[in-house]
């Protein structure tokens, strides 16, 4: 009897324990460099936090779209001028290229998307990413985050040299370098949009339901006047960081 009494005893402690972490605030990250991204990173799964990679091309009307882990220098430069990159982690980014040989229909283009553990759903959880868009002369590259019932807040620059927000101008004529991006809950249904860094910027938005995930894409960046090689014309993104209030 004694016996059971101290195992019941151990199990509530447990229990206890469990329910005191997960009253805690958390902070979960992730980077390139990694060495779960050694060779790469579609379909990889690394820090914590997050679900693997999950990489989607189209390159059915000719041109040529993909991932690879790189400096993001060339692309925080200005014009294939590199500079030093501020969003490295030991020299490594996630990067991204989806490079046309025209411009219409079929242009290639590229989808990362990524699963949070645990959805984003209190006021006060915040997912924030670093992101370089690079140039774009046919299409364009951004970041939304992904719910059930599809993207929410969505951020993208697009050719003509303006930045969106949700589909509106937020700010225009680019600007190379990194941007810091941030979304942050202000309550179950909406939250607030920050950018900082090359672009200064923020803006509002509502979501249907927990933020699930996020996504980051591009398409035809280069219409045919860069090669693949022209790192200019690449996006790149890092420092994943997912931050859920005490609950």
């Known amino acids: 009897m004694k016996h059971n009494i101290t195992f019941a005893a151990a199990v509530s402690a447990a229990a206890l324990c469990l329910l005191a972490l997960s009253s805690q605030a958390q902070t979960l990250t992730d980077s390139a460099a ?7 990173y579609a379909g990889k799964n690394g820090g914590s936090g997050f679900g693997p990679f999950v990489v989607a091309l189209s390159t059915a009307g000719g041109g040529t779209a ?3 882990i790189f400096t993001a220098a060339e692309g925080e430069g200005n014009r294939g001028t590199p500079a030093p990159s501020t969003i490295d982690s030991n020299h490594k980014s996630f990067g991204f290229y989806a490079h ?12 990362i998307t990524r699963r949070f553990t645990h959805p984003l759903a209190a006021k006060g959880d915040t997912f924030s990413l670093d992101f370089v868009t690079g140039y774009n002369d046919g299409g364009l590259a951004g970041v939304a985050l992904t719910t059930r019932s599809g993207p929410v807040g969505r951020f993208q620059y697009q050719v003509g040299g303006n930045y969106f ?4 101008i937020i700010v225009k004529g680019y600007r190379p370098g990194a941007l810091h991006l941030s979304y942050t809950l202000t309550s179950p249904t909406t939250y607030l949009f920050t950018s900082s860094g090359a672009v200064v910027c923020s ?44 609950k």
């Open 66 to 68: 993909g991932t690879f």
């Open 203 to 246: 803006g509002t938005g509502k979501t249907s339901g927990p933020i699930t995930g996020f996504l980051v894409h591009q398409t035809n960046a280069s219409n045919g006047k860069k090669s693949v090689t022209s790192s200019d014309h690449n996006g790149y993104f890092n420092h994943l960081m997912l931050k859920y209030i005490a």
């Open 165 to 168: 927000l949700n589909g509106k």
């Open 100 to 111: 046309g040989t025209s411009h219409g229909a079929g242009d290639p283009s590229l989808l």
């Open 34 to 40: 990694d060495p779960a991204y050694a060779s790469g």
